[in-house]
């Protein structure tokens, strides 16, 4: 196996990292300002609504501070598990700005005894000056000058000592104490140690989603009283979640991508195989963790690019852990759906959603279509896009073993709402049950689970004495031979991509490999030729010795672009 697998794919992996990929710098640069002014204006929305709250104190608080916003959200609370409260207030310093220094200067420059700011040798220099006794401690000095005052003589500090003795104090404070107090929200979610969340999840449970048509309200419209008040509170917290997407993509993405790239603009990931299932991982930078597609606001893709006279091949493999599920449960049900061609997850809406079956059965709506033309009638896709995300939701719950409580959160549903759903998944698919279960026994008996080419993960908690591990280990099983299994075919397509002589000759070479995707990279004249060679040993890797065919095919999408972007 190690000879025959492992030594091409090290092999493959050392000569992607050399090549890397070509980087637009001017793009990133541009996304990062532009990231930036928006982070500022995210903050500055939400900051005028703590003001607006908590008066002046508000505007110093760090909206990143997870401290901050425990105490400003649900201070007063009591944590789970626990006789913790939540403190109701929290005290900081901020250092002083300039105008603050003035007026504190003003202020003691009013109020001050000027002799309680001189040192002792100012004040023994001050009583020379005035005739008066000079020893003594600094105390007896003081109380000296203070009666010198009151008996009269027309004796006063000189207006430039007063003004220096001043400023001198004032230069040696640095910081201000700032208080921020509570709002008194009632939390819903917590941290494992038992505190109130305020992680994205728990903010958007609070927001909703104001800026959609129609706006969405969260738990805070309510709280705060409805009306101009509770929108207002929504979407401060939106803007809160903005800031912390956005803070993420800058720290994560923009700013790590140009520091890391080479003289030529090219980037070198460095690739491990260290994951658990055989999936890669990457560092310097994570390129396995770019943003979704859809949530991409600064579409950072569009900055992996050809270069001149190149273009790029991005392919990816259509659902493929779920073909393999298919495969290792001989699921009939799911097996059919794949060999027809039909939208897996549409298909599941119909099973999980009665009057999406009502739809279909009175002719509203069709599944697919494969004719010509536009489709006389609209699809199931497009008219239920909601539940085709419920489904699709719920079948890669199966695939990573996803708790109903899991799903009850995802969905915005009661646990017992999502069993119904659950239940309903596996009824359509006894199969994918009777495997899971039949896993989970092995698992328990011999300590392991192994993927579709017989890599072994242990799993040294399975029979730990707290069922919480256990759960844990059972999912880890179930998860290792579609994940792994996933990790099997990649790894053998990327050895045929590399070892291909007919893309060698066409000039393209393997750059990324990012979960079921690959990019590769060559002359522009060739595209066609070189892309129909990766969509054929993606769809083909079989080697029928350590691999066997899927009773399901595999499906490929591949396009080519000048940018990564532009390819999805």
């Known amino acids: 196996f190690y000879q025959r697998y492992m030594v091409p794919f090290a092999h493959c992996l050392t000569q992607m990292e050399r090549e890397g990929v070509y980087l637009d710098l001017e793009y990133l640069r541009q996304a990062e300002t532009d990231a930036q002014r928006h982070y500022k204006q995210a903050e500055e929305e939400f900051l005028a609504w703590v003001v607006s709250m908590i008066g002046d104190a508000g505007r110093h608080m760090n909206p990143t501070s997870g401290a901050h916003l425990q105490t400003f959200l649900f201070g007063g609370s009591r944590c789970k ?16 700005v300039e105008s603050e220094r003035h007026r504190l200067a003003q202020d003691l420059y009013e109020s001050t005894d000027p002799y309680e700011l001189m040192t002792g ?30 008996e009269g ?75 101009q008040h509770g929108q207002r509170a929504c979407l401060a917290l939106d803007s809160l979640i903005t800031l912390s997407m956005i803070g993420t993509c800058l720290s994560t993405f923009l700013l790590p991508l140009q520091s890391l790239v080479d003289p030529h603009s090219r980037i070198h990931g460095s690739l491990n195989l260290n994951t658990e299932t055989g999936r890669l991982s990457s560092r310097r930078p994570n390129l396995q963790n770019q943003p979704a597609l859809e949530k991409d606001q600064y579409k950072i893709r569009k900055a992996f690019r050809a270069e001149p006279g190149n273009t790029l091949i991005v ?75 419920q489904a699709k939701t719920l079948n890669f719950s199966i695939v990573y073993g996803k708790t109903v409580m899991g799903l009850s959160k995802d969905w915005g549903v009661s646990p017992e709402e999502a069993q119904q759903l659950l239940d309903k998944w596996y009824d359509a698919r006894p199969e994918v049950r009777a495997w899971q279960e039949q896993i989970k026994r092995d698992a328990h008996a011999y300590g392991w689970s192994k993927t579709l080419m017989g890599r072994y993960r242990r799993l040294h908690s399975i029979n730990h004495p ?7 280990m059972e999912r880890a099983a179930i998860n290792t031979p579609v994940q792994g299994g ?36 060559g002359p522009e004249e060739h595209v066609e030729e070189a892309q129909a060679e990766v969509v054929r040993c993606m769809e083909e890797p079989w080697d029928d010795y350590g691999l066997e065919r899927l009773k399901v095919r595999l499906e490929v999408d591949a396009d080519h672009a000048h940018s990564w972007y532009e390819a999805k």
């Not at 001198?168 to 404070?173: D, G, N």
């Not at 449960?329 to 009502?358: L, W, Y």
Request: charged residues 30%.
């Open 486 to 521: 996933a990790a099997d075919i990649v790894i053998l397509a990327m050895v045929k991509l590399q070892q291909s002589e007919k893309l060698k000759a066409l000039g393209y070479r393997l750059l990324l490999q990012i979960h079921d995707e690959v990019i590769v990279e």
């Open 153 to 227: 003589g027309g004796w006063y500090l000189e207006e430039s000592l007063l003004q220096e003795l001043v400023e001198k104090c004032v230069a040696k404070i640095k910081t201000r104490d700032v208080t921020i107090t509570s709002l008194g929200l009632t939390p819903t979610s917590f941290t494992k140690k038992g505190a109130p969340a305020v992680d994205i999840a728990a903010l958007r449970d609070l927001a909703g989603h104001p800026r959609d048509d129609p706006p969405k309200w969260g738990r805070a419209y309510k709280a705060f009283g409805c009306g």
């Open 315 to 389: 392919a990816d493999y259509g659902q493929l852990e779920l073909r393999i599920l298919a495969h290792m449960t001989n699921c009939r049900s799911m097996i059919e759906a794949f060999k027809s061609g039909v939208d897996f997850h549409s298909s599941t809406a119909v099973d999980m959603f009665p009057h999406i079956q009502q739809a279909i059965q009175s002719g509203e709506v069709v599944m697919e279509w494969h004719g010509e033309g536009k489709c006389p009638k609209p699809l199931v896709k497009d008219v239920y896009a909601a539940e085709r995300r």
């Open 121 to 150: 040798v100012q004040l023994k220099a001050e009583c020379k000056r005035r005739g008066l006794k000079q020893s003594g401690k600094k105390a007896e000095v003081l109380e000296r000058l203070q009666e010198s005052d009151t």
């Open 466 to 472: 707290s069922k919480a591990k256990q759960a844990h």
């Open 81 to 96: 598990g626990s006789d913790e409260v939540v403190p109701a207030t929290r005290k900081f310093q901020v250092p002083l």
